[in-house]
């Protein structure tokens, strides 16, 4: 049994709900593209002020509206993903030949380096560790820009 065989009698629930084709279309790109551009470039900004601040204050505000925000970001992306894969499969789409979804898979494993990073605390606050943190999380920022293209290429392509 292949990925899209396990996925479909799940995708079959969702369409039977009637779900309108331009949401169907459309829904996984408008709503990942708020987490991805707005949430995802808020947590980034703040990440970098405070790693860049000056001022200790400044530095713990912005680390601070990070911490809170990033968790909610990568929840978001994560349930994206998974309502992007029904999305193709409802659409009878091929899942896996998408470079699409390959640049959301590497997205997901960069997403998952940096959870593990922070929830070790950084090591016990290891410089090394946290600049590897930083420098991961712009790399998935990168690969979050290169992925919206790609969507956007796939959607107008179905």
Do not use: C
């Amino acid at each position: 049994m292949n990925f899209r065989e396990i996925l479909e009698p799940i995708a079959k629930v969702f369409q039977s709900l009637g779900i309108p084709e331009p949401i169907v279309h459309w829904g996984h790109p408008a709503m990942m593209a708020i987490v991805l551009f707005v949430m995802g470039s808020f947590v980034g900004y703040a990440g970098w002020r405070g790693r860049l601040a000056t001022d200790e204050e400044e530095a713990i505000a912005n680390f601070s509206n990070h911490r809170k925000l990033a968790p909610f970001m990568t929840l978001f992306i994560f349930l994206g993903a998974t309502g992007g894969i029904f999305s193709l499969v409802m659409q009878g789409q091929d899942i896996m030949n998408s470079p699409h979804f390959w640049t959301g898979s590497i997205l997901l494993a960069l997403l998952a380096a940096n959870i593990f990073i922070s929830l070790t605390k950084f090591g016990g606050n290891k410089s090394a560790l946290r600049t590897a943190h930083a420098y991961i999380g712009s790399v998935a920022l990168a690969v979050m820009l290169v992925h919206a293209i790609l969507g956007f290429n796939l959607g107008l392509a179905i």
